[in-house]
Structure formats: structure tokens, C-alpha cells
């Protein structure tokens, strides 16, 4: 079917999405608003107030968000094995509220790095679970858009998380400190919208509890699941951390305060994005989605390459979010589309563990050549990696229907 459908039919799919994949992208959406009032900032209150490299702030984004991505192997395991969802997923987002705080006392960069690992585990602990309860709860013949919908709500955060930081910087005279504080009260309201929005759907027990990572059940998770696997890891060693467009804006020129502004830019394109390309994802061959995306993201490498001026690194990471838009979500449903269900936690716990090693590699060398050869080498790294993934494309087994114990 043409991707050229009338609005109103989009709209139609979207009144079938469930109300708990609704509520669980309004948590993704407040927690966000939490996260990016921090991390928006968090580069720049590392160079400028504690006086870290760019090599440092690789470091620590690198091993935040790979430790992330790593917990989530456990979380996931965790909820196929007990069987439930809700009640991980609410410890992980309790967790990210709670350290929010301590961005705000941190004196050093030790503290930071304390901080992003517990806000990361938190997210860690959350995100497998989070993401096979939307699984669970939506129809197989809507994933695409469910997924797509609760990536947008979360990215709807991710930009106004930036505003707010924004708006508070300039009405506290850059105090970092401040919207660190206040960036508790989302992550709050986060954790009692899924506390009390979000019902688990009932499943069936098994007999017999098995451990999922045995020989037997990763056996059953097929190759086109591997290349799923596989792929991933690569599109995130073509995509390091944001905390880099967050520098090369800082290059800019522009006040301080304003900097945060380059993630709402890139933030409003990907929550515009995500849930058409979700939608579309339903329809439409992924791999050849999946390659538009990589495109896109090459034409962001080179502009951000290109110049700091700060009309091409606006340009830059506008194309940035469309290539988030396109392809994260896509790569969530892919997931979903190729492990059983019993073993989605898994699924998405083991897809995780290689993207967070990924991105450690990632973020490392994109500080370390960020620091020796400046930022344009940074971002012409991030072409060749996509290179490196389009040939990996070409390589794309055939997709079949995983069956269930």
C-alpha cells in the first residue's frame, strides 16, 4: 500500500493504538523532559564550569549510555523470565529521577560520571522491558505504529526538555545548577503516570520458568534476528553521542544559553518523523528504510563536517532527527518482528548490549579525534561507519515469523 495515505487513515490507526502504549509514551515524554533539561546542558557545564576535554565528555557519555544499553540485557532477561514488565520498568524510571539531584551538587567530573551511570543504569533497567510491554500490549498488524507513537511522545520530550533548560538559563543567568534541580519534578511525574496509567496484560504462566539465555532458547532467535542485531550495532557506531552536536554548536559562536536550542532543533524533526516512518515501516520494505536513513544521515556527517556557522550545524542536525526518525523506531519493531515473544525481553536486552559497547567505541573515538584532528574529523568518521552499514545492508537475510514455546 502507498506510504501516500490519507491523514485521516493515519489518524484511524492512531485511535487503535491501546491506552497503555499511550501512557507509555507520556512517561517516555516526561522523563525525557528531565533528562534533556540535563543532558543538554551537561556538555557545556562540563568544558566551561569543570573544565573537561571533549575526550572527557566522550568518556563519560560513551560509558553512560553503553552502560545503558548493556543493563538492559538483564532487564530483559529479568522479564521474560518473571514474566512481567511493569514493575522493572517502574524501578528503572524511579532510579533516573533520583539522580538528577546529583548533577546538581556535582563538583567534579567524577560525580558526573557517578550520576549518567546511575541515571543510565536506571534507563537500562527500563528500556527492554518498556519496550516488550509495548510489544506485548499492541496488535501485530499496528506495531509499527505503536512503536513509532511512543518514540514520538519521547522525543515530544526530548525538545521541550532543551525549551525548558532554555528558558530557565536565561531567567537564572546560565546557573546550571538550578535546572538541574528542577528537572526532578518531571522525572516524579514520570514515575506515577506509570505507577498508575499503565496496566500489564495478562499472560498466560508457563509451567515451568526457564532461563532465557540458555543454549536452547538463543537457538531459536534466528539469523535475520542476529543481522537485526548486527546492524544495529553498526548504525551506532555511525552515530555517536548527541553530546557532539551540543559542542559543535557551542563552535558556533552563539551565547551560551542558546546552545541547548540545537536539540530541540533535532528533537522537533524526530518526534515530527517517528510516527509517520512507523507507520509507514508497517508497509513498506524495511532495509529499504533502513538505507534512507543511513543516506540521511551521511548528508548530516558532511554539513556538520562542513562548518560551525551556525546555519550549517542547524541544517546539520536537522538532518540528524530525520535519520533518528526514520530508523529508530524501525529498528525497535524489527526487533520485535524477528525474536518469539516469550523472548522479547531477551531479544532486546542482547540487541542493546552490542549497540552499548557500540556506542562506548563510538563516543571514544569520536572525543579522541575531536580533540587531535578537530570536529570536522569527528564527523566524517560517522560517514565512513554508515558506509560500513549500507554494505551491511546488502547482506540482509530473508525475515520469517519466530514462533513461541
Not at 543538554?40 to 573544565?51: A, E, K, R, W
Not at 557532539?244 to 518526534?271: C, D, E, H, K, T
Amino acid at each position: 500500500m502507498s506510504p501516500d495515505r490519507e491523514p485521516g487513515q493515519r489518524f484511524t490507526m492512531l485511535r487503535r493504538v491501546p491506552g497503555g502504549v499511550w501512557a507509555l509514551g507520556f512517561v517516555s515524554m516526561l522523563m525525557d523532559i528531565s533528562s534533556e533539561m540535563v543532558h543538554s546542558l551537561l556538555p557545556l557545564f562540563m568544558v566551561t564550569s569543570l573544565g573537561a576535554s571533549a575526550f572527557t565528555v566522550g568518556l563519560i557519555e560513551g560509558l553512560a549510555e553503553s552502560t545503558a544499553l548493556i543493563v538492559k540485557v538483564f532487564s530483559g532477561v529479568l522479564s521474560d523470565w518473571l514474566g512481567k514488565r511493569k514493575g522493572l520498568a517502574l524501578a528503572g524510571y524511579a532510579l533516573g529521577a533520583a539522580t538528577k539531584p546529583l548533577f546538581a551538587i556535582a563538583t567534579g567530573s567524577g560525580l558526573v560520571l557517578t550520576a549518567r551511570l546511575l541515571d543510565r543504569v536506571g534507563k537500562g533497567i527500563r528500556g527492554a522491558p518498556r519496550d516488550a510491554l509495548v510489544a506485548d500490549l499492541a496488535p501485530p498488524e499496528i506495531r509499527g505504529a505503536a512503536f513509532g507513537l511512543r518514540q514520538s511522545l519521547d522525543t515530544v520530550g526530548a525538545f521541550l526538555g532543551p525549551l525548558l533548560a532554555v528558558g530557565l538559563m536565561l531567567l537564572w543567568a546560565n546557573d546550571f545548577r538550578a535546572v538541574f534541580w528542577v528537572a526532578l519534578v518531571p522525572g516524579a511525574m514520570a514515575v506515577a503516570v506509570l505507577a498508575f496509567g499503565v496496566t500489564e496484560p495478562v499472560v498466560q504462566a508457563k509451567e515451568k520458568r526457564v532461563n532465557p539465555i540458555r543454549r536452547a532458547n538463543l537457538k531459536r532467535l534466528g539469523a535475520a534476528y542476529w543481522w537485526v542485531v548486527g546492524i544495529g550495532g553498526v548504525f551506532t557506531l555511525a552515530r555517536f553521542s548527541e553530546a557532539f552536536l551540543v559542542l559543535r554548536a557551542q563552535q558556533s559562536g552563539i551565547a551560551l544559553a542558546w546552545v541547548p536550542l540545537v536539540m530541540v532543533a533535532m528533537n522537533i524533526v524526530y518526534a515530527a518523523t517517528a510516527y509517520p516512518f512507523g507507520v509507514w515501516s508497517d508497509r513498506l520494505d524495511k532495509g529499504a528504510l533502513l538505507g534512507a536513513g543511513l543516506l540521511v544521515l551521511i548528508a548530516a556527517d558532511a554539513v556538520l563536517a562542513s562548518g560551525s556557522d551556525w546555519r550549517v550545524v542547524l541544517a546539520g542536525v536537522s538532518l540528524w532527527g530525520l535519520h533518528m526518525g526514520m530508523t529508530q523506531g524501525l529498528l525497535a519493531t524489527m526487533v520485535a518482528d524477528t525474536a518469539p515473544a516469550d523472548l522479547r525481553g531477551t531479544a532486546y536486552g542482547l540487541f542493546n548490549l552490542v549497540s552499548g559497547l557500540a556506542m562506548l567505541v563510538a563516543s571514544l573515538c569520536a572525543g579522541l579525534l575531536w580533540d587531535r584532528l578537530g570536529a570536522p574529523a569527528t564527523f566524517l568518521a560517522g560517514i565512513a561507519f554508515c558506509v560500513l552499514a549500507l554494505l551491511a545492508l546488502a547482506c540482509r537475510p530473508a525475515v520469517t515469523t519466530p514462533m513461541s514455546h
